[in-house]
């Protein structure tokens, strides 16, 4: 079964920097548009970022010029850079797929959680 | 940004009975775009419904979307207990951002 695997979650101080991996386990992954997607404890989804196919990245207004998104493929691999991070960052983050052109997020890994506090 | 609502914040049903949930936005949103998921409690969310209406794969046909404009609905026909949780629609048009709604958690009665 192909899947999405989170890893580089943690513990951070406020003001801290942290990075997560996702790696596609399948064989198409550069045909793939990523985003990432956060959950704080108890509460709704918040689509947080977004790279095409093409690297055209994407920001909520709440990361923006605190996080980066990238891709390697040839690694399989979509990263988030979180820098400045603040207690309110603090939540699972999911990674998730879709193909380009209007399709919805229909790949999804199983998250890794990112915990800010001193 | 669109702004998506959900109605009700919680639904207490007994198996076997039909669900009913509401997603309202802010603006106008393409039916193309729009996508329901099911997540349970410690897993990833799942799709369900995109295009307003389409079923994901292996999806049963007890899950049904419908709607347009502002307002679509996702309907349970007969609840099963594995669909006890949490329903998240989503905009989500050709270029980000993609907002989720703040979910409906369906209960048991």
């Known amino acids: 079964e192909v899947q999405l695997l989170e890893s580089g979650g943690g513990l951070v101080q406020p003001g801290g920097a942290l990075r997560l991996s996702c790696v596609d386990s399948?064989?198409?992954?550069?045909?793939?548009?990523m985003a990432w997607v956060r959950q704080a404890p108890g509460k709704g989804l918040d689509w947080v970022s977004a790279?095409?196919?093409?690297?055209?990245?994407y920001y909520a207004d709440s990361v923006k010029g605190r996080f980066t998104i990238a891709r390697d493929n040839s690694k399989n691999t979509v990263y988030l850079q979180m820098n400045i991070l603040r207690a309110e960052d603090t939540a699972v983050y999911y990674c998730?797929?879709?193909?380009?052109?209007?399709?919805?997020?229909?790949?999804w890994g199983q998250g890794t959680l990112v915990t800010v506090s001193s | 940004e669109i702004v998506l609502t959900q109605s009700p914040g919680t639904l207490s049903l007994s198996p076997g009975e039909r669900a009913t949930l509401s997603c309202r936005a802010s603006?106008?949103?393409?039916?193309?775009?729009l996508a329901w998921y099911q997540q349970k409690p410690g897993q990833a969310p799942r799709l369900l419904i995109y295009g307003a209406s389409s079923r994901a794969t292996g999806i049963p046909d007890r899950f049904s979307g419908s709607g347009s404009g502002t307002d679509f609905t996702l309907t349970i026909s007969r609840l099963e207990p594995e669909d006890f949780a949490a329903y998240f629609c989503?905009?989500?048009?050709?270029?980000?951002?993609?907002?989720f709604g703040q979910g409906t958690k369906v209960e048991i009665k």
């Open positions: 399948g064989l198409s992954f550069r045909s793939y548009a």
């Open positions: 603006q106008s949103v393409s039916s193309r775009y």
């Open positions: 790279i095409s196919i093409h690297s055209g990245t």
């Open positions: 998730a797929s879709k193909i380009p052109d209007g399709a919805p997020l229909d790949r």
């Open positions: 989503q905009q989500y048009g050709e270029s980000p951002p993609w907002t």
